[in-house]
């Protein structure tokens, strides 16, 4: 049976005066499903994904996000979605226990369940002893983990993560990304962009843009049998080859 679709974009497009950032983008994404974005330096996944995340207008095309409308439902669309940017966002001089709290407040949260969600969280990432530890004495791992955590301590239908793991040691990818595939089991739908091909292969499904347009869109599996890859970064160099630009 097929499952609810939370993300739908049709020829969603954004220009900046003559320069077409992302060209009529066609996808849809379903509850539950660990999404990936890729694309080189360029390739116009950051606009698109501002666009999705009510941050940014498109200039034509549609998309609904969460079942609203990113021109008319922006703000509600950031009311249930998490987000997750590469560079680390919670506050440092705060204790992982005040930017819970903080965050969880914000996010509408009442205070039962703040103090719930707290509890499950610190135990969770088996922090327990450590609730006071101002963040910025966190390693940079432990910090991605926590911020992660807390983007989706509401609850979202959909949380996106811009690079997550930038920078983090292999194993703190592979603890990260347990985290991804219990929220997926909650049926909390994961958005990710990544640099790293190996965590390309943990998604559901695979985008590939490239210089604004939407390349490839399929499941790891038959992306590395259509383009006779062994992996996918064979796939993803077949595919950057051919883009022209180098900025996004």
């Not at 997926?184 to 998604?203: G, K, L, N, P, Q």
């Not at 595919?239 to 022209?244: E, H, I, T």
């Amino acid at each position: 049976m097929q499952k609810e679709k939370v993300i739908i974009a049709k020829e969603l497009t954004k220009r900046f005066g003559a320069f077409t950032a992302v060209d009529k983008i066609t996808f849809d994404v379903q509850k539950g499903e660990i999404f990936g974005f890729l694309g080189a330096n360029g390739a116009g996944k950051t606009t698109a994904m501002r666009m999705l995340c009510g941050l940014s207008l498109p200039t034509s095309g549609s998309a609904s996000v969460a079942g609203y409308d990113v021109y008319k439902q922006n703000e509600l669309i950031k009311k249930n979605i998490g987000y997750m940017s590469q560079k680390f966002s919670l506050y440092e001089d705060l204790t992982i226990r005040e930017n819970i709290r903080f965050y969880a407040g914000i996010y509408g949260l009442t205070d039962k369940q703040i103090k719930e969600k707290t509890y499950s969280l610190i135990k969770q990432l088996n922090l327990e002893g450590q609730e006071k530890t101002l963040v910025r004495a966190l390693p940079l791992g432990w910090k991605q983990k926590l911020a992660f955590s807390i983007a989706v301590v509401h609850d979202p239908a959909i949380v996106f993560l811009d690079e997550p793991t930038s920078g983090v040691d292999p194993i703190t990818r592979r603890e990260f990304w347990s985290l991804i595939y219990e929220a997926s089991a909650r049926e909390i739908t994961i958005f990710v962009t990544t640099h790293y091909m190996d965590e390309a292969e943990y998604c559901n499904r695979v985008s590939i843009m490239v210089d604004g347009r939407m390349e490839a869109l399929d499941s790891p599996s038959n992306m590395m049998k259509d383009y006779s890859a062994k992996s996918m970064d064979g796939v993803f160099l077949q595919l950057a080859r051919k883009a022209v630009r180098t900025g996004d």
